[in-house]
């Protein structure tokens, strides 16, 4: 035989020489989940080794992240419920203790790269990401406080606008929004393609923000979709999108090829907590070799196509690149 393509992989220095596709720690964002208080580190039952942290202990975090060489986080608010109404009103008052944290933390870290949450859902009374009214959500109702909540982020220092509801056109309001606001240069990252997924379980746990009626089949899209996606897609980017993203990521990574190959925008994926958490009880079960299945599954979602990874798995990642084991 004239051609074995086994030659190529017959040394380690040879395999990572013509390696493909690499996980480097500047495409991942790491989602911290965040509370009111001081002196708080709580336990998320079911993503081990998760925490929800007061803005005095999630420095410390973040500082330690930033030593490993993550500098990129997604900040996720769970609020009590006597901060909740219907009109998600608490999102966007200035004595909120995420947009106080947003502040503390860019003046602590101003090179940190902060992405919010723009929802009703951490808010809401009723659970969703939108209004709601005698059952239904409404769409264009919605817009509004999305846009005040985005530019009252803005205003504190984030650095990427993360509007994760799905309601038609948000993006061009809450670009509009900014704008308007004098926030030109803030960047929105777009739940473009953000299907009604079983795997985000553990995050509605940890935010403690499921649905009090229904379901968000109305707005988040049919796991059954591709063609959706683009037209989805399509929508934002005209809307003014700076990123497109796919969550989840490991049942979708058709739709971030799909997306990758018919956009010039980046490309980023989620990484979900029903992902982080079945990956976790499988290794402390001994059914796989953890810490070489967490860099596979990120392998997996870069190698689909995605510029961006969302994932709870940053900071471990980054601990086994500082100890030699990737």
């Given at each position: ?238 809307e003014g999108a700076d990123f497109l993203m796919v969550k989840p990521a490991l049942c979708y990574l058709d739709v971030i090829y799909l997306l990758k190959q018919n956009f010039e925008l980046p490309i980023s994926a989620y990484n979900v907590s029903g992902e982080f958490a079945m990956l976790k009880a499988a290794g402390e079960k001994g059914w796989i070799q953890y810490e070489r299945a967490m860099p596979e599954m990120l392998l997996s979602i ?25």
């Open positions: 035989m004239h051609i074995r393509p086994r030659r190529n992989r017959k040394s380690e220095v040879i395999r990572n020489m013509v390696r493909e596709t690499g996980v480097s720690l500047t495409c991942l964002m790491y989602p911290l989940f965040m509370v009111d208080g001081s002196k708080k580190k709580i336990a998320i039952n079911s993503m081990p080794g998760i925490y929800r942290w007061s803005v005095d202990l999630l420095l410390k975090e973040i500082e330690e992240c930033l030593r490993l060489g993550i500098q990129s986080f997604v900040l996720f608010p769970a609020v009590e419920d006597r901060y909740k109404d219907k009109m998600a009103t608490y999102s966007y008052n200035s004595s909120n203790f995420y947009l106080e944290a947003i502040r503390q933390i860019k003046k602590r870290f101003p090179e940190a790269c902060l992405m919010s949450d723009v929802a009703m859902d951490p808010y809401s009374s009723d659970g969703h990401d939108g209004l709601v009214h005698e059952g239904k959500i409404l769409n264009d109702e919605t817009l509004p406080i999305l846009g005040a909540m985005s530019v009252a982020q803005a205003e504190a220092g984030i650095d990427i606008i993360g509007p994760s509801d799905m309601m038609d056109g948000r993006v061009g309001f809450i670009r509009q929004s900014l704008d308007e606001a004098g926030f030109s240069e803030t960047s929105i990252m777009s739940y473009t393609a953000k299907y009604a997924s079983a795997f985000y379980g553990p995050f509605r746990e940890a935010l403690d923000s499921a649905p009090k009626s229904g379901d968000k089949k109305t707005y988040q899209m049919d796991p059954a979709n591709r063609v959706e996606a683009l037209r989805e897609a399509s929508l934002d980017e005209d870069r190698r689909a196509g995605a510029d961006i990874i969302l994932t709870y798995f940053a900071k471990e990642y980054a601990e086994l690149i500082k100890a030699g084991h990737t």
